[in-house]
């Protein structure tokens, strides 16, 4: 059965516009051919995006797309983009699959086939995913490993979900020849087909994928006198018979296609801003705005826009890094204006707060589900560097920093030339309190977060008031501290903290706080639960409370690179360099709630490998280490400046045991791996044939919130490159266990794929330079190391990830000091007992991915990075729940039970049983259900300010790794 398609990248070699106009080509001549030919099909690739892109240019063929879509011969979606499984997080890869569904169905209805004909291997949660949209097919063609030898398997997820899936040998192209060369040739053309398909089949029918790249299928295809049909249409009509092969987790396998690892790797700055974008919308514009924010009209055009952004830019085209330095640079952009975007939406939150506030307050927000403690930066006036809490506690502070308040003084004779500096309110980076004039001089007073009255028509007329000069013009701070507070912060709730002038009284207690070393000849670090010791070369020993301990953490390793965007390749003689010429470290602050040193290490590193003979580049590598109070692990900020071509730097550490598999997080899923790639031999060789699909099989791999092995473990900031490294080397055989893990700063290239490039048979895409590619200027790669007894769950390291990537947002207050009672106890949109917010979220393992407001319900996503059956528990502001799917349609109701009551009595409605009305556990559709245009109170998910509220609890079960979508309403 032919299936006519084409696959579009959206964005690669050329960027995005440019290659849109091939698009309006090949797509004006599919829809003429089907408009001539009722039996023409066509597949349009598995997404969406191609088909919105051509009506904003084709607006009136709209009608057309829409009638071949409902006639069943055009396939759009499911997915809007066709993502990188491993470069976005699990949450962008379901918002994917819910904007592509819910496109497609305006249109006439997504193809309800799960295809990934393209993508870099497949994550361990997709069929999952899938399953959760109610797509039980699926696609695809890489990563598929070397016991499947059938067109069909079942494809077993992280949580135990399975799904048919069928496989393309030979690629999502596999019959392109068909149709090209005489006529008289098809017979042959056919045969050969057949005789290579056949071994493959598991059902009667052989899906020959007729298409390629950026091209239309021919028009004469319906009369060659075989069957035509859509991708659905083929799959559904003959099911695979009998038993196929199973295959489980995650499909990384190179045993049958190049799956192109070094993408991973490539151009690092585009994944640091993905992943910092992904936070700030998911975990910080959506949930915030919905607890939070009265007026979310704005908000939530705004987190749309974000969203369809950063979906965009998931493209396995495109933060791959694989593509061209332009389509990089617009990528970039795109990410960037996504991540300011979702700032947009988390500033407006901010500004609610902060006006709810009395000015010189301070509010702190915890985007966590469960109660946090942890270290907040505070600028507090010189003369009031106390903090106490809402029920007058005093809250720990550390002195950082003392800001200068003499900032500039300058001598004008033309005192108009100070309104020159002065944009609005702002004068050197701060803003403008007031301004006196006398005996000559001309002062302004400065704050950082100034409030009150100020007009720029008084500053200029004082000015012009003052007369003739000279005029010394000085600009001057308020004397303000910079502190770190130690604050504990509710469930998805806020702390408000009141400045007050330092007592004599002994400061707060502290647990876990840093110890100071009282002789001060080591650089130590101590908190009781992790002590880090700064060796004389500039790596770190790190020791458990548990009594784990490891040396020789944070060896830079410098290696040559000839690779490409696609695959790292060392150079034959490659010299591994990790000693530095230098070592300088220095104290930067002293407990005890925080405690760093930072350690400069210079190192003499090859300029680049061609036609640079050995000329050297001297590279201070700095690495900021810090440990806070109450945390296990040492935060490290890496930074250097970039000026090698050509290469790769990572940074090793060694394991405190052996370690024969690692674990890694990454889109819902705790992975676990072994130390090779499927596909190498013995003596580790690579290439084709058995040894993998056209390229050497490498064991580096992803890992998005942490990687482990062997008692140590890694908690990543985005998704990051790691390999466990085994040093038993005997001529070209590398054996035995593990002994260090490696995490990927790095990797420097200049061209998108080499047509020979000695870690692969063919190129993965032209020979276009990438000089970009090559990453020089300024570079910071932020982690956070810590080692471990036991297994990586019983080390909680899900929930120390979320602490390490999530921080608490300060923000001042500027209301009157009316706002609040003087223990900050304000009202904003409601709260939750002592300041929460609506939600809190508890159980082993259980994991929020994403809060959002959604058809005025609380949407909640949560997951199971559990080995075991767990059980979440949700507690909060709501009188019916059930769970959902991927589109918001409900799925099953679930039992609400009474927890506790704040405020004077129940909701109104509410029975005795504490359930609700009898009617909040029916289907969320039907009349007099929450959120149902019937329902007698169907408020917006945050706001029922005033009201009386009792807390409800919902009990759910999970499933090792289960996903659950869970809508919160109220009767």
Same mark, same amino acid.
């Given at each position: ?595 760093? +040193? *930072? #350690?400069? &290490? ?8 061609? @036609? %640079? /003979?050995? =000329?050297?580049?001297? !590279? ?101 490159? +790691? *390999? #466990?490294? &085994? ?8 054996? @035995? %266990? /593990?002994? =260090?893990?490696?995490? !990927? ?119 199971? =990075? ?106």
């Amino acid at each position: 059965m032919v299936v006519p398609h084409t696959h579009w990248d959206r964005e690669w070699y050329l960027p995005f516009q440019r290659f849109r106009v091939g698009l309006v080509r090949v797509l004006d001549e599919v829809l003429d051919a089907m408009a001539a030919d009722p039996a023409y099909r066509f597949t349009m690739d598995g997404q969406l995006a191609p088909i919105e892109d051509y009506l904003e240019i084709r607006p009136a063929r709209r009608g057309d797309v829409a009638r071949f879509v409902a006639e069943g011969r055009l396939a759009v979606g499911p997915w809007l983009i066709l993502a990188d499984e491993f470069l976005c997080s699990g949450e962008t890869l379901l918002r994917n699959l819910e904007y592509g569904m819910r496109g497609a169905a305006a249109l006439g209805g997504a193809m309800p086939i799960g295809y990934l004909p393209d993508q870099f291997g497949h994550c361990a949660q997709m069929p999952q995913m899938l399953a959760l949209a109610g797509l039980r097919l699926a696609c695809l063609w890489r990563g598929v490993p070397a016991h499947v030898d059938r067109d069909a398997f079942d494809w077993t997820g992280a949580d135990g979900t399975t799904i048919r899936t069928r496989y393309l040998p030979g690629g999502y192209g596999n019959a392109f020849g068909l149709f090209t060369g005489p006529a008289e040739g098809m017979p042959g053309r056919v045969a050969a087909f057949v005789s290579t398909a056949e071994g493959w089949a598991s059902g009667d029918t052989l899906l020959a994928m007729y298409g390629a790249d950026h091209s239309a299928p021919a028009r004469e295809i319906t009369a060659s006198g075989l069957r035509v049909a859509t991708l659905a249409e083929a799959l559904t009509a003959d099911p695979a018979e009998g038993e196929v092969p199973r295959v489980a987790g995650e499909l990384r396998s190179h045993a049958r296609a190049c799956i192109l690892p070094g993408v991973v790797s490539a151009r690092v700055p585009l994944k640091q801003a993905m992943a910092r974008t992904e936070r700030t919308l998911t975990r910080y514009a959506e949930p915030l705005s919905a607890l939070w924010l009265a007026d979310r009209s704005a908000g939530e055009r705004l987190i749309d826009m974000a969203w369809r952004s950063v979906i965009a830019c998931s493209g396995h085209d495109s933060i791959t890094g694989c593509g061209s330095d332009e389509t990089a640079q617009q990528v970039a952009a795109r990410i960037a204006e996504a991540g300011q975007t979702a700032q947009a939406v988390v500033d407006l939150v901010a500004a609610s707060l902060a006006e709810a506030a009395p000015k010189g307050a301070l509010v702190v927000v915890n985007p966590s589900p469960f109660e946090r403690t942890g270290l907040v930066l505070a600028d507090l006036p010189e003369d009031r560097t106390s903090l106490v809490d809402a029920s007058g506690r005093v809250v720990p502070v550390q002195r950082l920093e003392h800001a200068p308040t003499l900032l500039d003084e300058t001598v004008m004779d033309d005192l108009s030339r100070l309104l020159g500096r002065v944009h609005e309110r702002e004068l050197y980076g701060q803003e403008i309190v007031s301004w006196h004039a006398g005996d000559g001089v001309f002062t302004v007073t400065v704050s950082r977060h100034a409030s009150g009255a100020y007009s720029y028509e008084d500053l200029r007329r004082a000015v012009l008031d003052a007369g003739p000069g000279p005029w010394v013009v000085r600009t001057v701070a308020e004397p303000v501290v910079t502190v770190a507070a130690l604050v504990t912060v509710p469930p998805l709730g806020r702390a408000v903290l009141t400045p007050r002038p330092p007592a004599p009284a002994r400061p707060a207690p502290v647990a876990n706080a840093l110890r100071t070393d009282p002789y001060g000849f080591e650089p130590v670090l101590d908190n009781g639960l992790l002590r880090v010791r700064v060796a004389d070369d500039g790596t770190l020993s790190l020791r458990g409370a548990d009594g784990v301990e490891v040396h020789g953490v944070g060896r830079i390793v410098h290696g040559g690179d000839i690779g490409d965007t696609y695959n790292h390749a060392p150079p034959p003689d490659d010299r591994l360099l990790d000693r530095p010429s230098r070592v300088v470290v220095e104290e930067i602050c002293a407990g005890p709630l925080t405690g760093a +040193y *930072e #350690i400069m &290490r210079v190192y003499d590193w090859p300029a680049g490998l061609e @036609g %640079d /003979g050995d =000329e050297t580049v001297p !590279t201070a590598v700095t690495t900021l280490v810090e440990l806070r109070a109450g945390e296990p692990f040492a935060r490290c900020e890496i930074t250097m400046d970039v000026r090698c071509r050509d290469h790769r730097v990572r940074w090793h550490a060694p394991l405190p045991r052996a370690a024969a598999e690692s674990y890694a997080e990454g889109q819902f899923a705790v992975v676990r791996r072994g130390l090779t790639a499927e596909g190498v031999s013995e003596n580790g060789g690579g290439g084709g044939g058995e040894n993998g699909g056209g390229e050497r099989p490498i064991p580096t791999f992803p890992a998005e919130s942490f990687a482990a092995a062997g008692g140590l473990a890694a908690l990543l900031d985005h998704v990051t490159e +790691y *390999e #466990i490294v &085994r040093d038993e080397v005997s001529g070209d055989e590398i054996s @035995g %266990d /593990g002994t =260090e893990m490696a995490l !990927t700063l790095v990797r420097s290239v200049g061209y998108l794929s080499r047509n020979r490039n000695p870690y692969r048979d063919e190129p993965a895409g032209p020979e276009v330079p990438t000089p970009a590619a090559q990453c020089q200027g300024p570079l910071t790669v932020r982690f956070a190391v810590l080692p471990y007894a036991g297994e990586w769950y019983e080390a909680g390291l899900p929930r120390l990830a979320e602490e390490f990537r999530h921080d608490l947002p300060g923000i001042p207050g500027t209301g009157p000091a009316t706002a609040g009672d003087v223990n900050g106890d304000m009202d904003v949109n409601g709260d939750g007992p002592d300041g929460g917010g609506r939600l809190a979220i508890s159980g082993d393992g259980v994991m929020m991915a994403a809060l959002r407001e959604r058809d005025g319900r609380l949407e909640v996503r949560l997951v199971a =990075e559990h080995p075991r059956a767990t059980e979440a528990v949700i507690r909060g502001d709501f009188t019916a729940a059930w769970t959902a799917g991927v589109p918001g349609s409900p799925l099953s109701p679930l039992e609400v039970s009474r927890d506790e009551l704040f405020g004077d009595a129940p909701f109104p409605g509410d029975g005795a049983d504490g359930r609700g009305p009898a009617e909040s556990t029916g289907p969320p559709d039907s009349p007099g259900a929450p959120g149902s245009p019937n329902a007698p109170d169907s408020p917006s998910a945050a706001s029922c300010p005033g009201s009386p509220r009792s807390w409800r609890t919902v009990r759910v079960p999970l499933t090792p790794f289960e996903i659950v979508t869970v809508h919160l309403g109220r009767a």
